[in-house]
Structure formats: structure tokens, C-alpha cells
């Protein structure tokens, strides 16, 4: 076999790990609120508690995103990934032990473990796209992106049943094979991989590791981080309360409600795929996102101007918050110079990011409290929208070429 089908094999195989990774990535988090009411009852919290259960994963994508870093700049991004499926599935197991007190601290505890494990993935795969994917980081950053979403819809949809046949702790342990099965897969193709037992060169070579702080130096660092910041607030807030909103909208009751909220989710795998497909057709980069944000935007503008027409909207922005996703982190890749940047801006982005995501669902459930309605929340949202749409417009600019290049 000649050197090229090698590689090409080579790539497909680590590819298919990122993917089957990834669905580990999201499901630990979304297992959570379709059995919080059991869960919440079996360890005595209140709903403050119950809250906090649910959002702490996300606070932990923001906090342990330096050390997350930190960690992939010591040992590579692919032993990297061993710890965070290691994590993921020690985090899940005990997040499902006991009832009351003693209960409550396991589940808080394994929950923590699962939020920076996640986080360790979250900064990872990025890196592995600029390292190994760099010149199809669209395709591998849109197919992460729709596997990503594929988790949050299996524990989404399955939990309740899992949870009828073998209680919530049951049900949630459950989800611990897919950690197996990726662990598994991952440690045999990464085996294969040339860097897999060390931190990579590209890593710890001088001329692919920039100054500590470069990257918060550069614009595009933080326009990513506006741009992110706004996806993710509008992304997790949505996700928290379009059921409730849905439920008062149409008159339904929360099982219902629930069903129709999933179109938001599961149509994100499609955004996933739709956007490295256009840019593969020579859809120009600022197209696909202006498109993208349009969609966003339809959902708080449709649902205040036409809320008879969810169903549309709902949809629209299923696709949207998948395929913008993979805009970001395909942006991530293309405009970093190496891994090392690579790895220090998606930490960046994520950090600012997910800070805001953290505060997306208390500050739509306040607003909603404080007005008794829906209109003011989807404002909040509409704004936070408009945020991402304008950054992801200066970040999608074509870039000018060096002064000694135009001389």
C-alpha cells in the first residue's frame, strides 16, 4: 500500500474517533433535565439546586478552559482526549450513586468532573482539526458539530424511557457505554498516531509556540469571543426555556412541549453538515455565516411577529446554531497560524463564550419573571443574536495580504 491510501486511512480512522468522541461532548449534559424532577426528589434540592445541577457543566466549560490548555500543551491533544473520555465516564458513574445528602454530594461532584472533562474535549478537538484537518476544517469541524448535537439528542429523547425501565440513576449511568465505546476506539487509533505518547512537536517547537498572551492580541481572537459569546448565551438560554415557552404558546402540556422544542435540537445535525457542503461548493465563508445568522435571528423575530409559525422557526434555528457553530471553530482553525495558537485562541473564545452561556438561562428566567411574558426574553435574545451576527461579519472579512506580498 503506497504512502498515500496510508495516510488517507489513517485520517479517516482518527476522524471517525473526533466523531464518535464527540458524542460524549454533550450527552452527559442533556441527560440531565428530562429526569431533573426524579432527580431532584431523590436528593432532597430545591429548584435553586436542581438549577445549578443542570448549568455548573456549562460555568465548568468557562472556568477550567485554561487549565484545559494548560493541560494539552503538556501531554498533546490525543492523550488529551484519553483523559476526557477517562473523565466523562468516571464523572458519569458517580453522578448516579446514592439518594439524599450523600447522594447529592456524588451527583455535584461527578457532575464537576464531567464539566472539566468536557472542557478538556471542548479545547482539543479544535486543535486536532488545525493539526490533522487543517485544509478540510470546515468538513471535520461541521461532522463534530452535527455529532455533538446527535448526543444531545439520543439522551434527550431516550433518558425518560431508560428512566421507566430502569430508575434515573440507571438511566443515567447508561450513557456511560458510549464514553466505553469512544475510549475504546480512541485508544486503538491513536496507538497508531505519531505524537499520541508525548506533547506533539508542533506543540513544543519554537516557531509553532507563540509569546504566552499573543493570541489576546490579536482582533480575531476576540471577535471570535464576541461572536461565540452570543451563540452560546442565545444557544443554552433557548434551550432552557423554549419547552416553557412553547407549552404557554400553544397551550400544551410539558410532554408535548418538549417534542416540539426537540426540532431545535435535531435539526442542528443538519446545520452541521449544511455549512461545510456550501463551502465546498466555493460558497464564499461571509455567505454562509450572514445566512446562518439570518436563521438564528428568525427564531425570536418569528416567535414575536408570527408565533403561529414555530414550527418554521424552531427549525430555521435547529440549523442555525449547529451550522454557526462550525462557522466559529472552522474560523478557529483557519485563521490560527499553528496548533499552539490554535489551542490558546479556542480556549480563549470558549472561556469568554461559555462565561456568557453560564448566565443564558437565569437571566431569561429572571426577565420572564419580572414581565410575565415571553416578548422581553426573546428581545434579550434578539440582542444577544444581533451581538454574533455583526462580530461574525468583521470575522468572516476577507483578510489583506502582508505589505511585501501587495508591494
Known amino acids: 500500500m503506497s504512502s498515500f491510501p496510508r495516510r488517507a486511512v489513517g485520517s479517516a480512522a482518527l476522524l471517525g474517533a473526533v466523531l464518535v468522541f464527540a458524542l460524549n461532548l454533550r450527552a452527559p449534559v442533556t441527560a440531565v433535565p428530562p429526569v431533573v424532577t426524579d432527580v431532584a426528589a431523590a436528593l432532597h434540592l430545591d429548584p435553586a439546586m436542581a438549577g445549578l445541577l443542570t448549568g455548573l457543566p456549562v460555568l465548568c466549560f468557562a472556568v477550567v478552559a485554561p487549565a484545559a490548555s494548560a493541560l494539552i500543551a503538556r501531554v498533546g491533544p490525543y492523550r488529551a482526549v484519553t483523559v476526557a473520555l477517562v473523565g466523562v465516564l468516571a464523572g458519569t458513574l458517580l453522578r448516579s450513586v446514592g439518594t439524599g445528602t450523600p447522594g447529592a454530594v456524588a451527583a455535584f461532584s461527578g457532575t464537576v468532573v464531567i464539566g472539566a472533562a468536557i472542557t478538556i474535549g471542548n479545547v482539543a478537538v479544535p486543535v486536532i482539526v488545525a493539526r490533522d484537518f487543517k485544509r478540510r476544517a470546515a468538513l471535520a469541524t461541521g461532522l463534530y458539530t452535527s455529532s455533538l448535537n446527535l448526543g444531545s439528542v439520543f439522551t434527550t429523547t431516550l433518558t425518560v424511557p431508560l428512566a421507566a425501565l430502569l430508575g434515573w440513576q440507571g438511566a443515567l449511568a447508561s450513557w456511560s457505554v458510549l464514553a466505553v465505546v469512544a475510549l ?62 412553547l407549552g404557554d404558546l400553544l397551550s400544551i402540556d410539558p410532554a408535548a412541549a418538549g417534542g416540539a422544542a426537540s426540532l431545535f435540537q435535531a435539526l442542528a445535525i443538519l446545520g452541521g453538515v449544511a455549512v461545510p457542503a456550501a463551502l465546498a461548493t466555493r460558497v464564499p465563508m461571509r455567505g454562509v455565516a450572514v445566512a446562518m445568522a439570518a436563521m438564528w435571528l428568525s427564531l425570536p423575530v418569528g416567535l414575536l411577529l408570527a ?101
Not at 506533539?200 to 490579536?218: E, H, K, N, T, Y
Not at 485563521?335 to 490558546?344: F, G, S, V, Y
Not at 437565569?362 to 444581533?386: E, K, R
Open 307 to 407: 408565533p403561529e409559525a414555530w414550527a418554521l422557526w424552531c427549525s430555521l434555528a435547529g440549523v442555525a446554531q449547529g451550522g454557526n457553530f462550525a462557522v466559529i471553530f472552522t474560523l478557529v482553525a483557519q485563521r490560527t497560524d499553528n496548533p499552539a495558537q490554535a489551542r490558546r485562541t479556542a480556549a480563549t473564545v470558549q472561556l469568554v463564550g461559555y462565561a456568557c452561556a453560564a448566565t443564558g438561562p437565569s437571566v431569561l428566567g429572571a426577565v420572564h419573571a419580572a414581565t410575565h411574558g415571553w416578548d422581553a426574553p426573546l428581545l434579550v435574545v434578539l440582542g444577544a443574536l444581533t451581538t454574533m451576527a455583526a462580530a461574525m461579519i468583521v470575522a468572516t472579512a476577507r483578510r489583506r495580504p502582508p505589505a511585501t506580498a501587495r508591494g
Open 184 to 245: 475504546v476506539w480512541w485508544l486503538v487509533v491513536s496507538r497508531r498516531l505519531p505524537d499520541a505518547g508525548r506533547a506533539p512537536r508542533a506543540v513544543a517547537s519554537p516557531s509553532d509556540a507563540p509569546a504566552s498572551g499573543s493570541v489576546l492580541r490579536r482582533a480575531i481572537t476576540w471577535v471570535l469571543a464576541a461572536a461565540f459569546c452570543g451563540q452560546a448565551f442565545s444557544y443554552f438560554a433557548v434551550t432552557g426555556w423554549l419547552p416553557d415557552l
